[in-house]
């Protein structure tokens, strides 16, 4: 029976007035990876922060390796790894006096362990030829494998990545979560906050917060699939304009835009007719209409609109 690194239930933090975490309840198996996604200000940094120790919920409880961490923040910081947008490395010292100095913090390792543990991060993460390098050298990219190493030196099996992969480009996001991947077949679990949606995908479960509250819980798969109606695709000359003439009409359900093209939800694949001639008439019509997969990005905006709509 697989085990739960992580238990949520009821979760709640304010500050005065605000409410920035609602009654947020989820758990993480053991060697899943659990996306938190939602826009700035939905609560994804402060439940992290909860969950590691920082900060104290007001009500709900939350357990991290079978400990509470309102009654034993303590044991719990002891046992996770964390690493942030903002990197915690030392930029006077080299990659492995990084390394090092991490796996020293943890008083169960000798130094024979800590230098072969060293080792072996540096070459998990490709830089053992750079071992001898100055942090402050360093592209984005290496600091962000550096950052990886260093929250992974102690072998925690809990692992939290807040907005981890923001300012590096795409091939060093795509190396980077090949390393997560990895981690999570060691059975370590991951609960990851991104605005990238194409790094979702990478996870097992997404929880898609908005305003404090967990608005969506399911698999990738399972969020694109609850889109209602039909996603159209349409390519048109000016999006902005031609989603002004669409949003009042009945069978249109959602429409965001997408670069140079327009994505529109109908209520049924025949409305696809009904917006092609509404296009004609109003002098604006699509180079190309068809129906396309919604995409997580198409889901999240979906979601978050009818969020938007209920608060009217």
């Keep these: 029976m697989t ?7 009821n979760l709640v933090k304010t500050f005065g007035k605000f409410r920035a975490v609602d009654d947020v309840s ?10 938190l996604l939602g826009p700035n200000g939905a609560g994804k940094t402060t439940t992290i922060r909860m969950l590691i120790g920082i900060l104290r919920p007001d009500r709900g409880s939350a357990h991290v390796l079978g400990f509470d961490v309102r009654k034993k923040p303590e ?17 006077d010292l080299s990659v492995r006096e990084n390394l090092d100095f991490y796996a020293a913090i943890y008083n169960d390792m000798s130094a024979r362990q800590r230098r072969m543990r ?10 053992t030829d750079m071992q001898k390098s100055l942090t402050r050298s360093l592209s984005g990219a290496w600091r962000q494998r550096l950052a990886l190493a260093c929250s992974i030196v102690h072998k925690p099996k809990m692992l939290f990545l807040d907005e981890a992969t923001a300012g590096v480009d795409p091939v060093a996001r795509r190396y980077f979560w090949d390393l ?15 605005h990238y949606m194409d790094e979702a995908d990478y996870c097992n479960t997404i929880g898609m917060m908005y305003q404090g509250r967990l608005v969506s819980l399911a698999s990738p798969d399972a969020i694109k699939d609850s889109l209602p ?19 009042d009409v009945s069978c249109v359900l959602h429409i965001s835009i997408q670069g140079m093209q327009l994505h ?6 025949s409305d696809m007719g009904t917006i092609q001639r509404l296009l004609s ?5 699509a180079s190309n209409i068809e129906i396309i997969q919604p995409s997580l990005e198409d889901a999240f905006t979906s979601i978050v609109s009818q969020e938007r709509d209920k608060a009217l």
């Design 26 to 35: 989820f758990y993480i198996p053991q060697g899943e990876i659990f996306g």
């Design 180 to 194: 997560i991947y990895r981690l999570a077949g060691e059975g370590i679990s991951v609960l990851a906050t991104t």
């Design 3 to 9: 085990q739960n690194t992580v238990e949520v239930k």
């Design 75 to 91: 044991e719990v910081k002891k046992r996770i790894g964390y690493m942030s947008q903002k990197f915690s490395l030392y930029n």
């Design 229 to 247: 109606g039909v996603l159209l695709q349409v390519d048109v000359k000016d999006p902005l304009e031609v989603q002004k003439v669409l949003q």
């Design 118 to 127: 060293v080792d072996e991060m540096l070459e998990r993460v490709d830089l």
């Design 281 to 285: 008439r109003a002098n604006m019509p």
């Design 264 to 269: 529109v939800t109908v209520k049924k694949e």
